[in-house]
Structures are given as C-alpha cells and as structure tokens.
C-alpha cells in the first residue's frame, strides 16, 4: 500500500512537468506499466536505461561553444542531467548540482536541455539561474541515442568511472542522494 502511495506521488510530481501537449498533434501510444519489465528495457532506437548496462556514448556541443564528450571522462563519476527551463523540480535542483560539480573533483555534471529552445534564450535564462556545469540542448526530436526518451523531468543518469550507468534516477534529484549512490556503487564515500 505504502508502495502505491508513493508511486502516484511520484506520477504526480512528474505530471506537473510536463508542458501542456497540443491536442492535434498526440499520436495513440501504449505505455508500460511503470515497474513492469517492459519499463525497463529500452524502447526500438533507445538506448540503456539501467544499471550496468552498456557504456553509452554521448559526444554534444555546449552553449559555451565547446563539446562535452563522455568518453573523455573516464576516471571520473558524471551525473547527466535532461532538464527543461519550464520545469519546476529541475529548476530546484540545479543549484544543487551545481555546488556538486564545484565541490567534489571526482563529479562532473553535464545539463542537458530537453525542450525546443534558441541558444540565445537559454543564455538569457542561465543568467538567471546560473551554474558552473556545462549545459548543452537536446534535440528533442532526436535526443542522444545511447539514452532512453525523458518520461519525465527532471531525467537523471550517474555514468561510473567505467562508463557504464551506475544509476537511474527519474524525479528531483539531491546531492546526497548522488552521493549516496556513488558510494553504494563502491565510490568514495563523502562525510555528512
């Protein structure tokens, strides 16, 4: 019971980021059940979806002209975040993960803007709520293939030091709790 309970909040939370749809355009679609094993797996031309599946690639220009190449950060935890500018959550989240990619050396964070934006309006926004990570926007017609779609934001993956995905997360995340699965995967664990 407590399970359910939980599982709708968490619908809910991420109901509330989903920008309105327009009718004329939604397609029928059929969904998993969520927890289901189909879930889990990777649609056709998705990529991993979980722990210790293969090492994904992911090799995407930035808003600061330069490119953000996964396989470059071997050796190091890298937290890859799909974010949009009109969702809530992801937007509490980034100071946090901010402070994150600053305080701890063996932390990256890679924001990747899952909505249909101008480069220049982003700017704009980032001067508004400023990070210290990169930030690059995904295509959402055609989002990085070694990634499953978003089916909700904020989309959180952790890339181990191997390169494989350590950890999914689906909803807000903390530095804590990034932290906390870090050392669960036998990482270094960080005093409280």
């Known amino acids: 019971m407590k399970r359910i309970a939980i599982l709708a909040c968490l619908g809910l939370l991420l109901a509330a980021c989903k920008p309105a749809a327009d009718p004329a355009s939604q397609t029928p679609a059929t969904a998993a059940e969520p927890g289901s094993p189909e879930a889990s797996q990777p649609k056709s031309g998705q990529g991993p979806t979980v722990p210790g599946s293969k090492v994904p690639a992911l090799s995407i220009a930035t808003l600061d002209g330069s490119t953000f190449d996964l396989a470059s950060r071997r050796g190091k935890w890298v937290v890859v975040n799909f974010w949009a500018t009109w969702c809530s959550p992801c937007l509490k989240e980034m100071p946090e993960l901010s402070a ?12 990747l803007a899952y909505e249909d934006i101008e480069p220049a309006d982003l700017r704009e926004f980032l001067k508004q709520h400023p990070v210290v990570y990169p930030i690059a926007i995904v295509d959402v017609y055609e989002p990085p293939r070694d990634f499953a ?38 990482g270094p664990k960080t005093a409280a």
């Open 100 to 111: 994150l990619d600053a305080m701890r050396e063996h932390i990256e964070v890679i924001g």
């Open 149 to 186: 779609t978003p089916r909700g934001l904020p989309m959180t993956y952790l890339i181990g030091p191997d390169g494989t995905i350590a950890k999914q997360f689906l909803g807000p995340v903390t530095a804590k709790d990034v932290e906390a699965a870090i050392a669960a995967a036998g």
